[in-house]
Nanobody, 124 residues
């Protein structure tokens, strides 16, 4: 199976920073992209940031551009989300996600098909 384990969430004051981590394990065949989504209570899950395995393609939601940075380690088994200038509206459960399929995905939000359990981020 695909395993995506998030960590790094917590409570922070507005204007503060957090760094989320995701470790990918288990089935890794045809992995093309990794990324982060978030979901607040009563709202739909939305894409935050994504990166292709080669690091060439990066995507950010408009509301986090200039504040969040996605990165990955050299062996491509971990992905990170460095969040700065956090706002109360950033409060949500943040999920690590991956795209694993045979055909080219391009890391579009709707191509992600595996998910971690989430880590809570609360900004006050």
């Amino acid at each position: 199976d695909v395993q995506l384990v998030e960590s790094g969430g917590g409570s922070v004051q507005a204007g503060g920073s957090l760094r989320l981590s995701c470790v990918a394990g288990g089935y890794t065949a045809n992995r093309q992209c990794m990324g982060w989504f978030r979901q607040a209570p009563g709202k739909e899950r939305e894409g935050v940031a994504a990166i292709s395995i080669g690091g060439i393609t990066r995507r950010y939601a408009d509301y986090v551009k200039g504040r969040f940075t996605i990165s990955q380690d050299s062996n491509k088994t971990s992905v990170y989300l460095h969040m700065t200038s956090l706002k109360p509206e950033d409060s949500a459960m943040y999920y690590c996600a991956s795209v694993q399929q045979l055909w080219h995905a391009g890391c579009d939000w709707k191509t992600f098909n595996y998910w971690g359990q989430g880590t809570q981020v609360t900004v006050s």
